[in-house]
Each structure stands twice: as C-alpha cells, then as structure tokens.
C-alpha cells in the first residue's frame, strides 16, 4: 500500500512487501504452531516521507522498525529500504544512509562509529568530534538543536541531556532514511519541538524517509506527512495525512484514540464470544518463542558465514549472496 499521493515523481525508499515474521524460539526456528507477529504487510514510502506509526502496545511497531533496520532477518524480497535488503547488505546501516535510533543506548552509539557505553566518564565533546568524516557544519547545527553543553560528563548529567547526545550521535551521518522508536521520551518540551522541526527540514530539504514510532501526539499535529496504523502485526490504515484529517475532525491524538479504542473493544468482544463458546480468551502463547534478540552467536541454528560474530556489529561479509538460509531465524539487537 503506498501512503503518499504525490508518490510518482519522488524515489520509492521503502518498499515492505507481504512481510511475514516470526520471533524465532530457542532452536532458531518459528516455534510449531505459533502464528506469524507480522502478516500480509506491504506498504511503500517515498522521498520526503515522514511517516508516524501508531498502534497500541504489542502491536508490532519495534518489531517492524527493526525488520527495517536490519536487525531481523526476513526474506530479501520483504523488505528493501533504498533498495536494499537491511539485514543483508549491512553498509546501508554502517555508511549511515540508514539509521535506527531505539532504545538501546551502547548499540545505536556503537552503530554510529563509536563503540563505547554511553554511560561512561567521557566528555559530550570526546563523543561526538570523535565520530570521523563528520561534516562539521551539520555536527554544529545539531549541537545547536539538541542544546548540547560539550564539556557535559556523560555518566553525570541527567537521562535527558544523556539523551540528547545519543541522538545528535545518531543523525551526525546524513541519513537517507531514519527509523525512530520513540526516542524522545525523556527530552524536554523545547528539545522535542526543535528536534522534530530539525527532521521535518531533513526530509523537506534533502528528501529523507523519517518512520517515527511514537505514543506522545504533543508538537506532531503538523509534522507527518502520512500515518501508519498498525494492530496485531497487521496494517489497518495507512493514509496521507490529509485524509486522516478528511476523515475525522478530531486532533490526532482523538483519532489515534478513537483508533484504538475501537479495536480493544472488538477485542474484548472477540475474546466474550471465545468465553461463550468454551474456547481459550487468549491467543495460546507458544511456549519458548520469548528470546532474547540480538547475538547470533546465542542462537542453536546459524545462517553459514554470514559474517557476524558475538559482540561485533558490523558484518564484514554483506550481500544477500552470502546467505543460505532465508527464514527468520537470526535477530541483531
Ligand atoms: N525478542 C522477542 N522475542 C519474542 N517475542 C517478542 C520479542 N520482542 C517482542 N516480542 C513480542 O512481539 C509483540 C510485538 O512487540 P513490539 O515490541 O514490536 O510491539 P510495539 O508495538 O513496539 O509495542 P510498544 O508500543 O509497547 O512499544 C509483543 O507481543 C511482544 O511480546
């Protein structure tokens, strides 16, 4: 499904086909029987695209970022961010054109070029001029934007200000395509605002592909260019933002609200009729498919010299050649 009108002149960046995903359980397989988290989703996003994933918790939304991100594995043909296969070709994270910004501070640090913990007695300074061929005119605008003090000590200053240095670390690297999972949970009023500003200029300037998974609706009424709801694994909705604004008269975050409340309520219906009929309220939770994403190494089942090893984030083998097997049976944290 393509979410943007005005789609036929601007490059297609992401390209989600019939994607179909399943946590691997302790063997590396799809536990038997369990039903796939992500299903029949397909959606296209283009040049300029910001787009604003909603769904309720559980709904998939992590799980889809980091299908795009690289860091889970699907079918090639599933997914192609600029063309490429995420988790395969990994120079599209490493040369920074694709960027994933979650929660994980050391990682997302580390995939900027700087493998050190965040936390540690290191100067902001130290952090940031010490990620290399960094044009230095956008390293000063984003200093700037995130308000960032440099002589900050980074295990002293608050998770905030923390914060705001992981993200500037993040965006150094001019990205083609960025992938937020709520990552501005801890900034300030003005931080978020001029942040979110920042990005809606990178995509209309340089016609980046913003995906923003998010629950907070302040200072976003105006930013994205098309929704994406998602629920259970499953596309519901994904709509240019002048049609959500056809469609209901509500602020967004009333629509978003309406959104879900309308779906726990089939839920809950769902799961009375499931009561009536004496069968299970709950979806049966297949025993061993919680794991632990992250190290291939830990994973029983091994996909043959794809190039990683414990502790090492970037692949020195890439392309989809290199690759024998193709289910969804390694994760990168
Ligand atoms: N590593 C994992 N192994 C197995 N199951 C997982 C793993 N990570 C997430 N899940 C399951 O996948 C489902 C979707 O999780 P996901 O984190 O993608 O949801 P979300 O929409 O991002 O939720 P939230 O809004 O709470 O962040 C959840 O039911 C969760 O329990």
């Given at each position: 499904m393509s979410v943007n009108r005005n789609s036929d002149s601007k490059p297609l960046t992401v390209e989600i086909k019939e994607l179909k995903f399943t946590y691997p359980g302790i063997d590396g397989h799809?536990?038997?029987g369990s039903k796939p988290l992500i299903e029949h989703f397909s959606l296209n996003l283009f040049s300029g695209d910001r787009c604003l994933l909603v769904g309720s918790n559980g709904a998939g939304k992590t799980t889809i970022l980091k299908i795009l991100g690289g860091k889970h594995m699907v079918e090639p043909e599933m997914v192609r961010v600029l063309g490429r296969s995420a988790f395969h070709d990994t120079a599209l994270s490493s040369s920074g054109d694709l960027c994933y910004l979650g929660g994980e501070w050391r990682r997302d640090v580390a995939f900027a070029g700087f493998e050190v913990p965040?936390?540690?007695?290191?100067s902001a300074e130290k952090m940031i001029f010490g990620v290399a061929g960094i044009d230095p005119e956008r390293r000063a605008e984003l200093i700037k934007v995130l308000d960032i003090n440099l002589s900050w000590r980074l295990h002293k200053v608050s998770d905030g200000q923390r914060r705001r240095v992981q993200i500037c670390m993040g965006l150094l690297k001019p990205f083609k395509v960025l992938l937020l999972d709520e990552i501005t949970v801890d900034l300030d009023v003005l931080a978020r605002a001029d942040l979110l500003k920042f990005l809606k200029k990178e995509c209309d300037e340089r016609g980046a592909t913003i995906i923003y998974a998010t629950h907070i609706f302040d200072g976003l009424e105006d930013w994205p260019t098309n929704i994406v709801y998602v629920a259970h694994g499953r596309l519901q909705l994904a709509l240019p933002i002048e049609k959500v604004r056809e469609m209901s008269k509500l602020s967004l975050m009333r629509t978003v609200e309406a959104w879900l409340r309308k779906e726990r309520d089939e839920d809950r219906r769902k799961r009375k009729e499931n009561k009536a009929a004496g069968l299970p309220e709950f979806e049966k939770q297949v025993e061993g498919s919680r794991v632990v994403g992250g190290d291939p190494a830990r994973a029983s089942v091994r996909v043959t010299n794809n190039g990683w090893a414990a502790g090492r984030l970037h692949s020195t083998v890439a392309g989809e050649e290199n690759f024998l097997l193709s289910s969804n049976r390694v994760l990168r944290g």
């Open positions: 799809p536990p038997p965040i936390q540690m007695d290191i």
